[in-house]
Nanobody
Framework: QIQLVESGGGLVQAGGSLKLSCAAS????????MGWFRQAPGKERDFVGS????????SYANSVKGRFTISRDNAKNTVYLQMNSLKPEDTAVYSC??????????????????WGQGTQVTVSS
């Protein structure tokens, strides 16, 4: 069972930046597509972005397009989420997840089979 651990969350002022990391426990990380999701207080969990196994294809939610960038380093078994121009409405717990369909950039929760514990991002105004 692959283990995923997020880090890099914290408190930032509106307009600022944070970079989240998600470290995977095993060599097979490179065979998974990866996604980032977030859940704000009182809201459902929403798709943020995804990346296929090689990093050649990405997908983003409209709400973050142009501000967030997903990337991966398979040699380090790590996926990243660079978040710029942060807004208070970006405040949420951010989780990474693994999709066994390596070519996929799915936005659907059901396609992700392994999840990290989440990291809190708080954006103040």
């Amino acid at each position: 069972q692959i283990q995923l651990v997020e880090s890099g969350g914290g408190l930032v002022q509106a307009g600022g930046s944070l970079k989240l990391s998600c470290a995977a426990s095993e060599r097979t990380f490179s065979t998974y597509a990866m996604g980032w999701f977030r859940q704000a207080p009182g809201k459902e969990r929403d798709f943020v972005g995804s990346i296929n196994f090689s990093g050649s294809t990405t997908s983003y939610a409209n709400s973050v397009k142009g501000r967030f960038t997903i990337s991966r380093d398979n040699a380090k078994n790590t996926v990243y989420l660079q978040m710029n121009s942060l807004k208070p409405e970006d405040t949420a717990v951010y989780s990474c997840a693994a999709n066994p369909d390596r070519w996929s950039v799915s936005k659907r929760l059901i396609d992700y089979r392994h999840w990290g514990q989440g990291t809190q991002v708080t954006v103040s105004s």
